[in-house]
């Protein structure tokens, strides 16, 4: 059980190119965000098509599949913890964020 206690799992379709980044000791992280869908019908029983954008980071071996095989477009699935962030801005404002850390990738479609 205690291996649902922060596991998060996505489909969706990558929004844009990743962004990859090699560190000290050449470890990379791959950086990108996804489109997850979901359609349902409002009270009024039309048609409704929600988007939500979700941020991802995949470090090490994962982040090299995703460099070589992930582009604008791909529809992927991913597995992994959310986390939560803050840094600040070039103002010295504090922004916070939330993001998926990658521990399984699936590469879906064509």
Do not use: C
């Amino acid at each position: 059980m205690n291996a649902l206690r922060n596991k998060v799992q996505l489909i969706g379709h990558v929004g844009q190119d990743p962004e990859i980044k090699t560190l000290e000791g050449d470890r990379k992280v791959a950086n990108l965000t996804i489109a997850t869908n979901e359609i349902y019908k409002n009270e009024k029983g039309e048609k409704v098509e929600e988007t939500q954008w979700h941020r991802i980071s995949a470090w090490g071996k994962t982040a090299d599949i995703i460099e070589k095989f992930v582009t604008k477009g791909k529809e992927i699935a991913v597995e992994g913890k959310l986390t939560h962030r803050s840094y600040e801005d070039k103002n010295g404002d504090k922004k916070y964020y939330t993001e998926v850390v990658v521990n399984e990738l699936l590469l879906l479609g064509k």
